[in-house]
């Protein structure tokens, strides 16, 4: 055996003489479970490396009082605020900056210019109308008012969607400073532009159901991170607000039934004693929803219009933003959710366009998602959570929200538009853990919110259906993943620049979650650190490394490889089953080691005696079964004398597996043996590292394998399910799911 390994290291050393006669060329570290120390930013005692905030972590309190006025006559919105502003940095400020998020509708916004623009081949009137004829609405601020609360102006400039305010003095760490603006705009129809606040207008009677938001100048987020978050709305991605308390009052036509963010401290003087009444009992109602005001009585209330008015007031503590819907068509219904032993209300506001189909699903959809969410999160810990219906919107606000899902005239509906219904319900009111209690920048990371949501989304919906379709499982964004390279960005993008905006902030890292969820952490370990994220930075302003840092920390595991590769690239998975090799095994030696043994100048007599594995033909002399080779029965007799020996492997495989796709990713084998049974073998991702394209594993066994299928419940978004089996099926295992093939472990 000396001369065999001699012989060796001289056919090495040779081969090292030949690769060093040519200069290679150096590379940095390119493999796929690089750790991400160059892309995320360095811990501190704010952000720390466990994801958790540090013990300097700091954020600003914005406090509000406000006076709204809701004109229905002439669809304007004014109002009057107060706001404190508590900085609780440790820095010094010299100015704030302010969100006016109406401006994108001014008559001077650059946000249309912003879009590419092509003449459509037929207009209708109106349409024509308003693209080439009609000046633009003009619903951006009025402001008519800056000053301190001493009555002295303050200057301030105007930057399109962000006012900055110039201070006095400089604003202290630890100190408040109060001032005051006056304001009003023009509400839009929302239903026409498709903005996220604004009105609808019903031709049957001319009332309109108003859904208001952004409505306010408040105050921009300034943090340890970011500074100041004053990048402007351009009308995708969103915002991010400091918490605070709020003490509003809005006044509407009386014969409006509004509801809003915060506590309802005046019921007595805004609702009737009937209203009342019902409201109490519907806090007792745990199992169907009361009805505060019935369909009869809104559709009665929408034939007059009330000239006097009436003002609700609310107190919100702890909100990042503040948002109402009013009109005089709203049917109510409200029941109870119990959360943990807390009673939380859950409201439906809806006109009865939106019957009978509300009125079945949408309260019950609140109270479900309330639940599900609070058992992978935190309970939830507000008082309330409203569903609004509006036609065409979907979009959240703390404890409201609005949503589409609206039934045909007749009042029939298909299961299409039902869906729909609870899955955009569940989304926003989901919304209120991710961003609205969990305050992520939306307009930096819209994933932080719109996917992190999505996959709690998506669990609830199939808690609330098995069968629901959530488009937000593995198997549902292969479509994109497989799209055209260019027209794709990692999720790791500003939301302005990407450019699918649905697949890329929603459904891509749902996905990604739920795979890292049923395939790669598993439920326990999964949820732990998940919900160890959530409950850390509840009311907090976490950042994507938080994220990820938590989830490694809580659940023992190294994920960089998963980031890197599904959030900060735009690899695919593509695994397939290159080859299978079966071998038998003999105890003479095969045509491979004669032939190495010639080459090395081995005589054959002298090669050690032991087992050789080979797809040789067997040769005369040679055992036909494992069980006649004497070396290895006897071997085995003597090491399990006395005990059960077990069972030889008839067979013994080499299947080659390759990864056509850039994307490392478990390999789920289910292999399928003669006589039918089947096992299914997951091997960790980290297979890969030390061979990014293709890796080699042994199977034995005492049955031979029929066949082998890669991934066959869809989980890693493959977008090649062709390669994916041996012998090659005739069609993907896309098509064999559809047509109800089904694989069993």
Request: hydrophobic share 35%.
């Amino acid at each position: 055996m000396k001369k065999i390994s001699f012989a060796f290291l001289v056919l090495l050393c040779t081969a090292s003489q030949l690769i060093l006669a040519q200069t290679q060329k150096g590379h940095t570290n390119t493999n796929k479970f690089k750790q991400l120390k160059d892309e995320f930013s360095t811990p501190n005692s704010q952000h720390t490396a466990s994801g958790a905030p540090g013990i300097h972590y700091t954020q600003q309190q914005v406090d509000y009082d406000m006076d709204i006025v809701l004109d229905d006559t002439h669809q304007r919105l004014s109002g009057y605020e107060k706001i404190t502003y508590h900085n609780n940095s440790e820095d010094t400020l010299e100015y704030l900056w302010l969100q006016l998020d109406q401006n994108k509708l001014a008559k001077d916004s650059k946000s249309p210019d912003i879009e590419i623009d092509e003449v459509d081949p037929l207009y209708t009137p109106a349409t024509f109308a308003k693209k080439f004829i009609e000046a633009p609405f003009d619903g951006g601020f009025n402001i008519e008012a800056v000053q301190q609360s001493n009555g002295n102006e303050l200057s301030y400039t105007i930057n399109r969607t962000m006012m900055r305010i110039d201070l006095p003095k400089p604003l202290a760490s630890g100190k408040t400073f109060k001032f005051e603006i006056k304001w009003w705009y023009n509400i839009i129809d929302h239903t026409i532009d498709r903005t996220r606040s604004g009105y609808e207008h019903f031709e049957e009677n001319g009332n309109k159901l108003y859904v208001i938001a952004q409505f306010f100048p408040r105050l921009a987020v300034y943090d340890n991170v970011e500074g100041w978050q004053n990048m402007q709305f351009w009308g995708r991605s969103e915002f991010a607000l400091e918490f605070g308390d709020y003490k509003v009052k809005i006044t509407t036509p009386k014969d409006h039934i509004l509801n809003a963010t915060g506590v309802l401290t005046n019921p007595k003087d805004v609702l009737t004693k009937t209203q009342l009444k019902r409201l109490n009992a519907s806090k007792n109602s745990f199992d169907k929803p009361v009805m505060i005001v019935t369909q009869e009585e809104a559709e009665v209330a929408e034939k007059s219009t009330s000239k006097e008015t009436k003002t609700w007031h609310f107190n919100a503590k702890n909100v990042r933003d503040y948002a109402f819907a009013s009109s005089r068509k709203f049917i109510w219904d409200a029941m109870a959710v119990d959360i943990n032993g807390t009673a939380v209300m859950a409201y439906s506001l809806y006109p009865k366009e939106g019957n009978p189909l509300w009125e079945k699903y949408s309260t019950r959809v609140v109270a479900h998602t309330l639940k599900e969410y609070s058992k992978y999160t935190f309970d939830y810990p507000y008082h309330k959570a409203i569903s609004v219906h509006s036609k065409n919107q979907g979009m959240e606000y703390p404890q409201i929200c609005w949503n589409y899902g609206r039934p045909r005239k007749d009042g029939t509906y298909s299961d299409r538009t039902r869906d729909a219904m609870i899955g955009v319900i569940t989304h926003e009111i989901g919304h209120n853990f991710f961003p609205m209690i969990v305050n992520s920048d939306e307009r930096q990371w819209t994933w932080m919110d719109e996917g992190l949501n999505s996959f709690i989304e998506t669990l609830t919906e199939l808690a609330f259906d098995k069968d629901f379709n959530t488009r937000n499982l593995p198997k549902d964004i292969v479509p994109y993943m497989a799209g055209d390279q260019s027209n794709i960005a990692p999720i790791m993008t500003q939301g302005d620049q990407v450019y699918q905006f649905g697949p890329n902030a929603y459904s891509k890292p749902a996905a990604g979650l739920y795979l890292l969820r049923e395939t790669i952490l598993g439920h326990k370990l999964f949820d732990y650190a998940f919900r160890t994220y959530s409950r850390r930075w509840m009311f907090k302003h976490p950042t994507p490394e938080d994220f990820f840092r938590t989830m490694e920390d809580a659940s023992g595991a190294d994920l960089d490889w998963f980031w890197r590769g599904w959030f900060y690239t735009t690899d695919v998975c593509d695994i397939a089953v290159k080859e299978v090799n079966q071998f038998r095994v003999t105890d003479k030696p095969t045509k491979r080691i004669l032939s190495l043994a010639k080459e090395l100048g081995i005589p054959a007599e002298r090669i050690r005696p032991g087992l050789f594995l080979t797809t040789d033909e067997i040769s005369e002399g040679e055992p036909e079964k494992i069980e006649d080779i004497q070396l290895l029965t006897s071997y085995l007799e003597k090491k399990y004398k006395n005990k059960t020996a077990p069972e030889i492997p008839s067979y013994v495989y080499e299947i080659v597996f390759e990864k056509p796709g850039g994307l490392v990713m478990p390999i789920i084998a289910e292999i399928t043996y003669e006589d039918g049974r089947k096992k299914r073998k997951t091997y960790p991702a980290q297979i890969w590292q030390k061979n990014d394209r293709e890796v080699r594993k042994i199977i034995s066994s005492t049955k031979a394998i029929k066949s082998i299928l890669i991934d066959p419940d869809l989980e890693t978004a493959d977008v090649d399910t062709t390669n994916n089996s041996w012998p090659t099926l005739k069609k993907s295992v896309f098509d064999l799911k559809k047509e109800g093939f089904k694989t069993q472990q």
